[in-house]
Each structure stands twice: as C-alpha cells, then as structure tokens.
C-alpha cells in the first residue's frame, strides 16, 4: 500500500468516527455549535488551501466571496422571500460569477502583487456591505434570516445542523481529493512548482488557475450560506480583512497543500479562543505565542509535523 493511501485510510478511520460519535455524544447546544463552525471554517481552509496549497496562488481577501455567499442567500430570503433551498444555487451562481469576472484580470498577477489584488478587491467588497445599507443594512447587519429545513426535518436543532454541515465537508473532502489524485490535480502541483515549467509542458495555466479560483470561491459561498443560517444574522463585520487573514492562518497552521491539513488548522483556530478565556486579558499574547511555536517547531503545519513525530517514534521502535 502507497504511503500516502495509508495516512488517508488513517485519517479516514480517525475522523468518521470522532464526527459520528460526537453528534450523539455531546449533548449541550454550545459545544454542538462550536464543533458546527469548526465544519464552516474546514470548508473555508479547503477551498483557500486548494487555491493557495496545491495552485500556489495567494489571496488575502478570500472573506469577500465568504460574505457574497452569505449576503445573497439573506437577501433572497429576507427580502425577497425564497426559501433557502432555492436561494443556494443562486448563491453559487452569483459567487462563481463574481469570481470568475475577478480571477479573470486578477490571475494575470503573481507573487505579492495578486496577494495585494485580491486584498484590494476583499477590501471593496467589505465597504459594499457596510455602505449598500437599503440593501445588506449596513453596518447594523441584517436579521431574520430563516433558519433550514428539510421536509419534517428542522436544522434549528443544533445536533442536525452539525450533521448536515459535517456531511457537506465530508463531501468536500471527498471530491477534492479525487480531484488531487487526478491529471488536474497533478497539473496544479505543477503550477505551484514552476508555472512556467508547467506552460512547457502544455498545461493551460491560465483557464486552470482561474477555475481554482472559482471553485475554491464558490467552498466560501457555501460556507457563507451554511453560517448565514446557522446565526440567523450577518454584519459586515463577520467577513472584514482578518477574516481572510485568519483563514490564510488556518491553511498555514494546518499545512499548505493538505486536505487534512486544512481540518485540523481550521479546529485549532477556531477552538483556541474558546479555550484562552481563562487568560483574559493576555488572551491574544497566549495566541500569538502558540501560533509562533507551532511555526518555529512545525514549519510545514501541524498534520505533516505530527505525522513526522509519529513515524520517528515507528522508526525508533523498530
């Protein structure tokens, strides 16, 4: 068996049952809750890790399609009274739309100087949101936003929308594997490599560059819709600047080009506040001291750090 095949095989035993237990297990809202964001934010890491890890393109400003998703599917509904259900494609459509007339100019930049596009476009999208007040409530943010359900099955309930969200990233986790291991997959670590290599080899990294773009968009859209009817309200506050740097964080912190990597980065960043309100005041020195030990330590993120002190230690034994 491929190395790589064994630590999926390994992932995948680890993470079915810890999400099929928890649902059961746990019983308090808020502990349910927490565990329902860390899915959001796993869905965000993928689709920004799949762009930034594998296509080795930076976006600091990935939060804007994050907010396009959740603010189309709120006006649909609140305003115009769709049911959730029908606003979702609208959603993706509006935000595979916006990415596309984006990526199209924007991915022409390299380096620092996308980097520095794409903040400038999150930038404008966030003013949009706070200042386009008759339409997204400026920066009172909107309420009423109808919560999910399917048939007799309320997603109210904090146990089913854990289950649903979780079962979208495992989804998510699935497709985007497959897609790695195929020819695409491998055209896209190309690029990371060497874009210029990968022209001379006949990959079109033009069109594949800008259709990462759109698809690691539309993972935040669906992100953005799952949290816009989770907490029933959105602010432009929720999808401003260090939103997007925070998911930059989580790709890093999990490990750039990893799937999994992506999983844990974002459960680390999301349960580290909950777990620094004893500090209180020294909260964010705490954070920031973590986050650098862990990149000092474990420079390429944490999956593949631990997964190398696990094979010394099989090492040694042996």
């Known amino acids: 068996m491929k190395p790589e095949c064994f630590k999926?095989?390994?992932?995948?035993?680890?993470?079915?049952?810890?999400?099929?237990?928890?649902?059961?297990?746990?019983?308090?809202?808020?502990?349910?809750?927490?565990?329902?964001?860390?899915?959001i934010n796993t869905l965000l890491t993928i689709g920004l890790n799949m762009l930034m890890g594998y296509a080795g393109q930076i976006s600091l400003g990935h939060a804007a399609f994050y907010g396009i998703g959740a603010y189309t599917t709120t006006i649909l509904?609140?305003?115009?009274?769709?049911?959730?259900?029908?606003?979702?494609?609208?959603?993706?459509?509006?935000?595979?739309?916006?990415?596309?007339?984006?990526?199209l100019p924007?991915?022409?930049?390299?380096?620092?100087?996308?980097?520095?596009?794409?903040?400038?476009?999150?930038?404008?999208?966030y003013v949009l949101f706070r200042e386009w007040s008759h339409v997204t409530g400026g920066s009172s943010g909107m309420v009423?936003?109808?919560?999910?359900?399917?048939?007799?099955?309320?997603?109210?309930?904090?146990?089913?929308?854990?289950?649903?969200?979780?079962?979208?990233?495992?989804?998510?986790?699935?497709?985007?594997?497959r897609l790695i291991q195929s020819r695409v997959g491998r055209a896209l670590?190309?690029?990371?490599?060497?874009?210029?290599?990968?022209?001379?080899?006949?990959?079109?990294?033009?069109?594949?560059?800008?259709?990462?773009?759109?698809?690691?968009?539309?993972f935040a859209a669906m992100a953005g819709f799952l949290y816009a009817h989770l907490v029933t309200f959105i602010s432009p506050g929720s999808f401003d600047f260090m939103v997007?740097?925070?998911?930059v964080t989580m790709v890093v912190i999990g490990g750039m080009a990893s799937i999994w990597g992506a999983l844990l980065g974002a459960s680390v960043l999301t349960l580290l506040p909950e777990c620094l309100h004893a500090f209180a005041?020294?909260?964010?020195?705490?954070?920031?001291?973590?986050?650098?030990?862990?990149?000092?330590?474990?420079?390429?993120?944490?999956?593949?750090g631990l997964m190398d002190i696990y094979e010394r230690s099989v090492s040694k034994q042996i």
């Open 106 to 125: 924007m991915l022409k930049l390299t380096g620092y100087y996308l980097g520095m596009g794409t903040l400038g476009f999150g930038m404008i999208v």
């Open 8 to 39: 999926n095989r390994l992932y995948y035993g680890i993470f079915l049952p810890v999400i099929a237990v928890s649902g059961f297990v746990i019983d308090s809202p808020y502990y349910l809750q927490v565990l329902t964001f860390i899915g």
């Open 281 to 304: 005041d020294f909260e964010m020195v705490v954070y920031g001291l973590i986050l650098m030990l862990i990149m000092i330590f474990m420079p390429r993120g944490l999956t593949r």
């Open 144 to 177: 009423g936003i109808p919560s999910l359900s399917l048939g007799p099955v309320s997603f109210s309930d904090s146990r089913n929308y854990f289950y649903l969200v979780w079962m979208i990233v495992l989804v998510c986790i699935v497709f985007c594997q």
């Open 189 to 218: 670590r190309s690029i990371s490599d060497s874009e210029n290599a990968a022209k001379a080899l006949g990959v079109d990294t033009k069109d594949l560059k800008l259709k990462i773009f759109i698809l690691s968009a539309l």
């Open 244 to 247: 997007s740097i925070r998911m």
């Open 77 to 103: 509904t609140v305003h115009f009274d769709f049911s959730p259900w029908a606003a979702l494609p609208c959603t993706l459509v509006v935000t595979g739309m916006v990415a596309f007339l984006v990526g």
